[in-house]
Nanobody
Framework: QVQLVESGGGLVQAGGSLRLSCAAS????????MGWFRQAPGKEREFVAG????????YYADSVKGRFTISRDNAKNMVYLQMNSLKPEDTAVYYC?????????????????WGQGTKVTVSS
């Protein structure tokens, strides 16, 4: 059983930056692909970014490509999401997710463990 705890959310002005962190425990972190998803009010949870087990490959939704960067530190059991040039439409609850296996998937049903989420609000 893997436990995931996100942190780093908050209120930021448009154009600003935030760095989200996700701490993992209870499993072999390096055996999981990791993803960040987000859910805005009244919308479906959507894929934001993903990273393979060794950090060798990263994937991004078109809406965040060039602005967000996902990374991981397997020695610390951590995954990060650096968010730059934030826009009001980035406002959402952001969730960290772990998937058994080495490859990234884009749908929420393919992830096995989830954190409780951290709220990001971008003001215009």
């Amino acid at each position: 059983q893997v436990q995931l705890v996100e942190s780093g959310g908050g209120l930021v002005q448009a154009g600003g930056s935030l760095r989200l962190s996700c701490a993992a425990s209870g499993g072999t972190f390096s055996s999981y692909a990791m993803g960040w998803f987000r859910q805005a009010p009244g919308k479906e949870r959507e894929f934001v970014a993903g990273i393979t087990w060794n950090g060798g490959n990263t994937y991004y939704a078109d809406s965040v490509k060039g602005r967000f960067t996902i990374s991981r530190d397997n020695a610390k059991n951590m995954v990060y999401l650096q968010m730059n040039s934030l826009k009001p439409e980035d406002t959402a609850v952001y969730y960290c997710a772990a998937r058994r296996g080495t490859s990234v998937r884009w749908t929420r049903d393919e992830y096995d463990y989830w954190g409780q989420g951290t709220k990001v609000t971008v003001s215009s």
